[in-house]
């Protein structure tokens, strides 16, 4: 086979699998927030005040956060403070009591409804 047959079958196969790849990335924030892979699931943190709220999807569908629970922790300069994460209702969860500013990084570690099970994310605020 010529080496520019080859090539262009080469292109079109790549084309193909960036399709794909695009397909299964990751869902558009659905309440304004910042969206992250978590490998299980996504979670969507939006900041208000001195409250994060988290919400879990798996392709654009809700996740329960029934018995899931958490720490977030927000990096701010050379401070570093940890709050709980609490489940409120459907596929949201909530930590109170936060503080953060622009250029803060957050990291929210969750403990999965099985009790076992530990996804991760984390964020930069704006």
Request: glycine share 8%; net charge neutral.
């Amino acid at each position: 086979m010529p080496m520019k047959a080859v090539f262009h079958c080469l292109l079109v196969a790549c084309a193909l699998f960036i399709g794909q790849a695009n397909a299964h990335g990751i869902p558009k924030p659905q309440h304004g927030g910042l969206i992250e892979d978590a490998g299980l699931v996504a979670i969507e943190m939006v900041a208000n005040g001195d409250t994060v709220d988290l919400y879990l999807t798996d392709h654009d569908q809700a996740v329960s956060a029934e018995n899931v629970s958490g720490v977030l922790t927000i990096t701010t300069r050379h401070k570093r403070v940890k709050t709980d994460i609490v489940a409120v209702s459907g596929n949201h969860l909530q930590s109170k009591g936060v503080s953060f500013q622009s250029g803060s990084r957050v990291s929210a570690l969750l403990t999965l409804a099985d009790g076992e099970t530990k996804v991760s994310a984390r964020f930069k605020i704006p």
